[in-house]
């Protein structure tokens, strides 16, 4: 690189080199999230035991009073998740820590429900913002690939030269320039989708990656910015304060006089009046049973399009009065808010979420034909030179594995989630082990195998397994509901379009079309 | 790229890819931090606007200084341009380094 080249030139280089070296990373993040839209009903599939018995929200909160006083009369939290629409299940547990293993209760048999312990569809969520590392690490990493991204992104406008003359002009089979195009047509179709996304996944944890303002302004203190959020408020009912709090009303729980609780279902109500109807998802009681007992509402999170995360309304327990509202927040918090919300795409019920669902699935396209792509001109470079075979095999081997493979070990982890003895000790780790061994075999085998058989043979593979799951319903008991059922022939579809990509690079790879078809990609 | 690098002096191609990636992811992140403190410093805003428009911004800063190192005529005009965060900070940090409490 030197100063005789064009922009154009520049920008080219970065976008490849840029693409090629966090690319395997992008993939692997926009894949998970692309599954985390559908978290929870992955999460309802992976536990068959669950099952919707349509109670609604006020019977399920007096079941869970009742049961809670009977068992855990001395606790000094108790946390109720409520049946909602993506999860039709009410859930309590008890103490302070937020991860605590929650009881899956049935209001109707009075019993509790004996749940397989699964990672649940927050496997992709944890593995799409800290790739599964310790927090720090993993949310840097996946910072810079976010950056890496928005680089591509804006290198990838400015070398395009006919924008919109390309996108008409797709020519998906028997062309030689089917790779480019597709990976032209994905970007320049969803162009603003993919700025958006990737620009709001930076939004969310903004303060971690650019603290500048924060230290200049605030001397690096986040709870002092974080109190001016809303004016005029003095306490946040948000997550961030609530640790204050805590150890505040710590010392006067002991004291406090019993007094009799409310019904909790009396808190619905007036919680709905603040979130809109149906839209509460939690209710936590502290120091239940005692007349200093506080009951706090926490919304749906697709309650609104800012992201609603961490408030909660608080109530006496006693009186039912309301103690403090959701603050108001000021515009220049909402921003960040509503941007963090159109992240998260918790708002406008399931059209919505189909809708992302589907743009995400284009970004994954996008990143894995622009993947591609590099290695058909590299091997074209590689033909021409007659130097760097090392280079490509690697990056041959390191693409079949990481968008091949990926999808292969999601897909396995369906299975496992099945096929894993329920009863299994520590059954939520080995579905997670399983997870990245089968990932990490696919590596060894991509790089053991001729790159195109190690394409066709992960392909089917993954096909084959997306397609087979319908039949895992035979084996489990008989839990099928409309969202299993729907979830099935998703993945089913998925693997339907897998299997023609994987008979579509048999086929290429039989008839030696694949290094005319890379000179076609280079010519153009 | 690789058809580049493979010229002659290609040793000295690799030095200014390392240098321009250096300088800029880690140059540019200086800058950026430095730009968005100053950014903040000066907007007539309140206090938290001031910080929230700042750092929201800093992302689009970022993205855009990248580009630039990596198209700008020669390295040493990019770590010219790193050398700019020195006075931006100042600006920005100026009450905490020289005047106590801001």
Same mark, same amino acid.
């Given at each position: 690189?030197?100063?005789?080249?064009? $922009?154009?030139?520049?920008? *080219?280089?970065?976008?490849?080199?840029?693409?090629?070296?966090?690319?395997?990373?992008?993939?692997?993040? $926009?894949?998970?999230?692309?599954?985390?839209?559908?978290?929870?009903?992955?999460?309802?599939?992976?536990?068959?035991?669950?099952?919707?018995?349509?109670?609604?929200?006020?019977?399920?909160?007096? $079941?869970?009073?009742?049961?809670?006083?009977?068992?855990?009369?001395?606790?000094?939290?108790?946390?109720?998740?409520?049946?909602?629409?993506?999860?039709?299940?009410?859930?309590?547990?008890?103490?302070?820590?937020?991860?605590?293993?929650?009881?899956?209760?049935?209001?109707?048999s009075g019993a509790r429900v004996p749940v397989r312990d699964s990672v649940g569809g927050n496997f992709f969520f944890r593995f799409h913002y800290s790739l599964h590392l310790p927090r720090?690490?993993?949310?840097?990493?996946?910072?810079?690939?976010?950056?890496?991204?928005?680089?591509?992104?804006? *290198?990838?406008?400015?070398?395009?030269?006919?924008? $919109?003359?390309?996108?008409?002009?797709?020519?998906? +089979?028997?062309?030689?320039?089917?790779?480019?195009?597709?990976?032209?047509?994905?970007?320049?179709?969803?162009?603003?989708?993919?700025?958006?996304?990737?620009?709001?996944?930076?939004?969310?944890?903004?303060?971690?990656?650019?603290?500048?303002?924060?230290?200049?302004?605030?001397?690096?203190?986040?709870?002092?910015?974080?109190?001016?959020?809303?004016?005029?408020?003095?306490?946040?009912?948000?997550?961030?304060?609530?640790?204050?709090?805590?150890?505040?009303?710590?010392?006067?729980?002991?004291?406090?006089?019993?007094?009799?609780?409310?019904?909790?279902?009396?808190?619905?109500?007036?919680?709905?009046?603040?979130?809109?109807?149906?839209?509460?998802?939690?209710?936590?009681?502290?120091?239940?049973?005692?007349?200093?007992?506080?009951?706090?509402?926490?919304?749906?999170?697709?309650?609104?399009?800012?992201?609603?995360?961490?408030?909660?309304?608080?109530?006496?327990?006693?009186?039912?009065?309301?103690?403090?509202?959701?603050?108001?927040?000021?515009?220049?918090?909402?921003?960040?808010?509503?941007?963090?919300?159109?992240?998260?795409?918790?708002?406008?019920?399931?059209?919505?979420?189909?809708?992302?669902?589907?743009?995400?699935?284009?970004?994954?396209?996008?990143?894995?034909?622009?993947?591609?792509?590099?290695?058909?001109?590299?091997?074209?470079?590689?033909?021409?030179?007659?130097?760097?075979?090392?280079?490509?095999?690697?990056?041959?081997?390191?693409?079949?594995?990481?968008?091949?493979?990926?999808?292969?070990?999601? +897909?396995?982890?369906?299975?496992?989630?099945?096929?894993?003895?329920?009863?299994?000790?520590?059954?939520?780790?080995?579905?997670?082990?399983?997870?990245?061994?089968?990932?990490?075999?696919?590596?060894?085998?991509?790089?053991?195998?001729?790159?195109?058989?190690?394409?066709?043979?992960?392909?089917?593979?993954?096909?084959?397994?997306?397609?087979?799951?319908?039949?895992?319903?035979?084996?489990?008991?008989?839990?099928?509901?409309?969202?299993?059922?729907?979830?099935?022939?998703?993945?089913?579809?998925?693997?339907?379009?897998?299997?023609?990509?994987?008979?579509?690079?048999?086929?290429?790879?039989?008839?030696?079309?694949?290094?005319?078809?890379?000179?076609?990609?280079?010519?153009? | 790229?690789?058809?580049?690098?493979?010229?002659?002096?290609?040793?000295?191609?690799?030095?200014?890819?390392?240098?321009?990636?250096?300088?800029?992811?880690?140059?540019?992140?200086?800058?950026?931090?430095?730009?968005?403190?100053?950014?903040?410093?000066?907007?007539?805003?309140?206090?938290?606007?001031?910080?929230m428009l700042a750092t929201l911004l800093s992302f689009a800063l970022y993205t855009g200084f990248v580009l630039w190192a990596f198209a700008a005529a020669s390295v040493r005009r990019v770590?010219?341009?790193?050398?700019?965060?020195?006075?931006?900070?100042?600006?920005?940090?100026?009450?905490?380094?020289?005047?106590?409490?801001?």
């Open positions: 690189m030197s100063g005789n080249r064009t $922009f154009r030139q520049s920008m *080219s280089w970065l976008h490849g080199w840029a693409g090629l070296l966090l690319g395997w990373l992008l993939f692997a993040i $926009f894949l998970t999230g692309t599954l985390t839209v559908f978290d929870k009903e992955i999460s309802w599939w992976m536990q068959p035991e669950l099952r919707d018995t349509g109670v609604d929200q006020p019977t399920a909160a007096r $079941f869970a009073q009742d049961w809670l006083a009977r068992e855990h009369g001395e606790a000094a939290v108790w946390s109720i998740g409520l049946p909602t629409e993506r999860s039709p299940v009410l859930k309590v547990s008890t103490g302070e820590d937020r991860r605590a293993e929650r009881l899956v209760l049935d209001p109707e720090t690490l993993g949310i840097w990493l996946v910072g810079l690939a976010a950056m890496a991204m928005l680089v591509a992104l804006v *290198s990838g406008i400015v070398i395009h030269r006919h924008l $919109f003359r390309d996108f008409f002009a797709f020519r998906p +089979v028997g062309s030689r320039r089917a790779w480019l195009d597709g990976h032209n047509a994905s970007a320049v179709l969803l162009l603003p989708f993919h700025l958006m996304i990737t620009y709001t996944g930076l939004v969310i944890f903004f303060l971690i990656y650019m603290p500048a303002a924060l230290d200049a302004l605030y001397g690096g203190d986040r709870m002092a910015m974080l109190r001016e959020a809303s004016p005029g408020a003095q306490a946040v009912a948000g997550g961030m304060d609530r640790g204050d709090q805590r150890s505040r009303d710590g010392a006067s729980a002991r004291e406090a006089p019993p007094a009799e609780l409310l019904p909790l279902e009396s808190f619905i109500v007036p919680a709905e009046a603040l979130f809109g109807s149906g839209m509460v998802a939690s209710l936590r009681v502290r120091h239940p049973g005692r007349a200093n007992a506080r009951v706090e509402a926490s919304p749906l999170l697709g309650s609104r399009i800012a992201l609603t995360k961490g408030e909660a309304a608080v109530f006496d327990g006693v009186s039912g009065k309301l103690l403090q509202a959701p603050a108001e927040k000021r515009p220049s918090a909402l921003t960040q808010r509503v941007m963090a919300g159109l992240h998260f795409a918790q708002f406008g019920g399931y059209p919505m979420r189909w809708l992302y669902f589907l743009c995400s699935a284009v970004s994954c396209a996008m990143i894995a034909t622009g993947l591609v792509l590099f290695v058909i001109r590299q091997r074209l470079k590689v033909a021409e030179a007659n130097a760097g075979q090392g280079f490509l095999r690697l990056v041959e081997t390191l693409n079949v594995g990481t968008l091949a493979g990926l999808m292969l070990g999601c +897909v396995a982890l369906l299975w496992a989630a099945r096929l894993l003895p329920a009863d299994l000790a520590g059954r939520a780790g080995w579905e997670a082990r399983l997870f990245f061994a089968v990932w990490a075999l696919a590596f060894v085998h991509a790089w053991r195998r001729p790159p195109m058989a190690a394409w066709r043979e992960q392909l089917w593979a993954a096909a084959l397994l997306c397609m087979g799951l319908p039949l895992l319903e035979g084996f489990s008991a008989p839990s099928l509901d409309k969202t299993r059922l729907l979830l099935e022939l998703c993945v089913f579809l998925c693997g339907a379009v897998l299997g023609w990509v994987a008979w579509r690079v048999g086929k290429a790879s039989a008839a030696d079309g694949v290094s005319r078809s890379l000179e076609g990609a280079m010519r153009c | 790229m690789s058809r580049r690098l493979s010229l002659p002096p290609a040793r000295r191609a690799w030095l200014d890819v390392a240098l321009r990636v250096t300088a800029a992811v880690f140059g540019g992140y200086v800058l950026t931090y430095a730009a968005t403190a100053a950014l903040a410093r000066l907007l007539p805003l309140a206090r938290f606007d001031a910080a770590w010219l341009g790193i050398a700019l965060s020195l006075p931006l900070a100042a600006v920005g940090f100026w009450p905490v380094w020289f005047g106590g409490a801001s």
